[in-house]
T-cell receptor, first 112, second 118 residues
Framework: DGGITQSPKYLFRKEGQNVTLSCEQN?????MYWYRQDPGQGLRLIYY???????QKGDIAEGYSVSREKKESFPLTVTSAQKNPTAFYLC???????????FGSGTQLSVL | DQQVKQNSPSLSVQEGRISILNCDYT??????FLWYKKYPAEGPTFLIS?????DKNEDGRFTVFLNKSAKHLSLHIVPSQPGDSAVYFC?????????????????FGKGTKLSVKP
């Protein structure tokens, strides 16, 4: 079955620690995205990538980093510079930029 | 400044009746609109979309209406079922104008929680 796989489902971060969220897709989509959802809030764009080896900052990129070395993979690192990392993180992909997005099942990140 | 607004945080409807979820936008460049459904601790799933060249799009029990002059769109669910209980997000983009550019990125509303009671 084609889809987007995010792991882990739950992740805990200690103070000063960097953590990496995994996102893999087998839909052969060129574009991939990372969103953050906070309670009662919409989805806010962190980073996006329209092609391998290229990515762009979204609206709330500070404290995050990404890489796009393979078409299938778009990992997100939450660095220690992100002071309020607790949130539900969603990865998405689309066949063409900004068209219908397909989402993964999300990762809940909490701070210990 | 919110470009996509869903002013009703929640909506409660009786099973079998119509659910109407509303969305307003401020950016006149938006030309592509989508609705997503989201269950707790899961990713959103695509429901239905509409481009600015249309004013209505229907898919089964779901119909989206677009009023460009009012910068307003709505999602109608008829008949509503208990399984429809979820958070519904409206999203918009300036797809055709800014294809491939950051200005064309999808902007999401804050969502409306729909509860359909048996």
């Amino acid at each position: 079955d084609g889809g987007i796989t995010q792991s882990p489902k739950y992740l805990f971060r200690k103070e000063g620690q960097n953590v990496t969220l995994s996102c893999e897709q087998n839909l052969n989509h060129d574009a991939m995205y990372w969103y953050r959802q906070d309670p009662g809030q919409g989805l806010r764009l962190i980073y996006y990538s329209q092609i391998v080896n290229d990515f762009q900052k979204g609206d709330i990129a500070e404290g995050y980093s990404v890489s796009r070395e393979k078409k299938e993979s778009f990992p997100l690192t939450v660095t220690s510079a992100q002071k309020n990392p607790t949130a539900f993180y969603l990865c998405a992909s689309s066949d063409r930029p900004n068209e219908k997005l397909f989402f993964g099942s999300g990762t809940q990140l909490s701070v210990l | 400044d919110q470009q996509v607004k869903q002013n009703s945080p929640s909506l409660s409807v009786q099973e079998g009746r119509i659910s109407i979820l509303n969305c307003d936008y401020t950016n006149s460049m938006f030309d592509y609109f989508l609705w997503y459904k989201k269950y707790p601790a899961e990713g959103p799933t695509f429901l239905i979309s509409i481009s600015s060249i249309k004013d209505k799009n229907e898919d089964g029990r779901f119909t989206v209406f677009l009023n460009k002059s009012a910068k307003h769109l709505s999602l109608h669910i008829v008949p509503s079922q208990p399984g429809d209980s979820a958070v519904y997000f409206c999203a918009a983009s300036a797809l055709l104008t800014y294809y491939g550019g950051s200005q064309g990125n999808l902007i999401f509303g804050k969502g409306t929680k729909l509860s359909v009671k048996p």
